[in-house]
T-cell receptor, first 114, second 111 residues
Framework: ETGVTQSPTHLIKTRGQQVTLRCSSQ?????VSWYQQALGQGPQFIFQ???????GRGNFPPRFSGLQFPNYSSELNVNALELDDSALYLC?????????????FGPGTRLTVT | GQSLEQPSEVTAVEGAIVQINCTYQ??????LSWYQQHDGGAPTFLSY????GLEETGRFSSFLSRSDSYGYLLLQELQMKDSASYFC????????????FGKGTMLLVSP
């Protein structure tokens, strides 16, 4: 049990709509990353939040945005949905030092855009 | 940029040993991780190598050679429940830290 939860589990949206996905991080972890995983691919990094500030972003357009709250829960917002946004969206909280690094993934939200 | 190469699929029988290789080209390198993902599930952490050498955890071991930009995951005494996708992932730096994942290796264990 990683302690990372995500909601909703599944979601179906129409092209052009907006969606908000939610993540509750592992207790005590102040860093959360969001990933997109297309079918048959590895997770692709979207962005990372540390203490409510975005501190890293992958190769995703601005219509992908996020928030992290004081309790370290977070949201991923996607505007103007496209068919290619259909994927599993994973959030992960992080613990690490220079010698050790582990990300705890939530179960994901399966987004289907029609 | 970053790129990681690993085989797309490996098959083995129960009780066997299998090795999944990973080569990487990254602009920075701080460590190599391995994650397991069952169909439809969340990736789960298996190992992290920051230094050269072999790390052993039960039936699973992971190896890193930084000079060769190469690592592998070794799974021993395979069980049916080991059928899953396995991802290698690079941590590029120690500050702003996230992971760059390979495309994954699907391991199929048969009786």
């Amino acid at each position: 049990e990683t302690g990372v939860t995500q909601s909703p589990t599944h979601l179906i949206k129409t092209r052009g709509q907006q969606v908000t996905l939610r993540c509750s991080s592992q207790s005590g972890h102040n860093t959360v990353s969001w990933y997109q995983q297309a079918l048959g691919q590895g997770p692709q990094f979207i962005f990372q939040y540390y203490r409510e500030e975005e501190n890293g972003r992958g190769n995703f357009p601005p219509r992908f945005s996020g928030l992290q709250f004081p309790n370290y829960s977070s949201e991923l917002n996607v505007n103007a949905l496209e068919l290619d946004d259909s994927a599993l969206y994973l959030c992960a909280s992080t613990t690490g030092t220079e010698a050790y690094y582990e990300q705890y993934f939530g179960p994901g939200t399966r987004l289907t855009v029609t | 940029g970053q790129s990681l190469e690993q085989p797309s699929e490996v098959t083995a029988v129960e009780g066997a040993i299998v090795q999944i290789n990973c080569t990487y080209q990254t602009s920075g390198f701080y460590g190599l991780s391995w994650y397991q993902q069952h169909d439809g599930g969340a990736p789960t952490f298996l190992s992290y190598n920051a230094l050269d050498g072999l790390e052993e955890t039960g039936r699973f071991s992971s190896f890193l050679s930084r000079s060769d930009s190469y690592g592998y995951l070794l799974l021993q005494e395979l069980q049916m429940k080991d059928s899953a996708s396995y991802f290698c992932a690079v941590r590029a730096d120690s500050g702003y830290s996230t992971l760059t994942f390979g495309k994954g290796t699907m391991l199929l264990v048969s009786p």
